[in-house]
């Protein structure tokens, strides 16, 4: 019963290639969150929806697009993987106004 | 623009020991605070979350206390084990949406 699923666990692929993670969370919750983790294991907000709406956008390059088919879900597509998006990309989810954020396992994603 | 510095980066104490882990933050109008703990390879888990009106919480052996005039938080471990061992990380809601700033961690060793 995880909270917070993300698959794949982990993602290999070449230069170039499009991938996608997908995120699932079961806590009802009404916002949910991608996050990446650089080799300095420093966390930084790519985006954020609120009831399916993107409400956070940090100056992530026009190559990740996320989509939110409905509250429970937010996918990570990225195009034309770059040497510099490897990273651990994490989904977190919470109730918008007071509730903790859940975050799932990650996705270990390298480019080569 | 929200900063979160946590301090010190890296912590090595003997077991049994009492420890303080510090969080700061720049912009003190904050709706919660959220400490987690992270193993290597692995997702966050959340332990303490402060809401702006609180000043502690308590969990078992943390307590974790927010002073939010003055743009800080600590993280009191009690009685440490070697299982304690982990990164532990900050995370302040703030601005528009609560977006949630993440400080860079703390990398506590505890020793048997």
């Known amino acids: 019963d995880t909270a917070v699923s993300q698959t794949p666990k982990y993602l290999v692929t070449q230069m170039g290639n499009d991938k996608s993670i997908k995120c699932e969370q079961n806590l009802g919750h009404d916002t949910m969150y991608w996050y990446k983790q650089d080799s300095k294991k420093f966390l930084k907000i790519m985006f954020s929806y609120n009831n399916k709406e993107l409400i956070i956008n940090e100056t992530v390059p026009n190559r990740f697009s996320p989509k939110s088919p409905d509250k429970a879900h937010l996918n990570l597509h990225i195009n034309s993987l770059e040497l510099g998006d490897s990273a651990v990309y994490f989904c977190a989810s919470r109730r918008q106004g007071l509730g903790e954020a859940f975050f799932g396992q990650g996705t270990r994603l390298t480019v080569v | 623009k929200q900063e979160v510095t946590q301090i010190p980066a890296a912590l090595s104490v003997p077991e049994g020991e009492n420890l303080v882990l510090n969080c700061s933050f720049t912009d003190s109008a904050i709706y919660n605070l959220q400490w987690f703990r992270q193993d290597p390879g692995k997702g966050l888990t959340s332990l303490l979350l402060?809401?702006?009106?609180?000043r502690e919480q308590t969990s078992g052996r943390l307590n974790a206390s927010l002073d939010k005039s003055s743009g800080r938080s600590t993280l009191y471990i009690a009685a440490s084990q070697p299982g304690d061992s982990a990164t532990y990380l900050c995370?302040?809601?703030?601005?528009?949406?609560?977006?949630?700033?993440f400080g860079i961690g703390t990398k506590l060793q505890v020793i048997p």
């Open positions: 995370a302040v809601y703030s601005g528009g949406y609560q977006k949630v700033t």
């Open positions: 402060i809401q702006s009106s609180q």
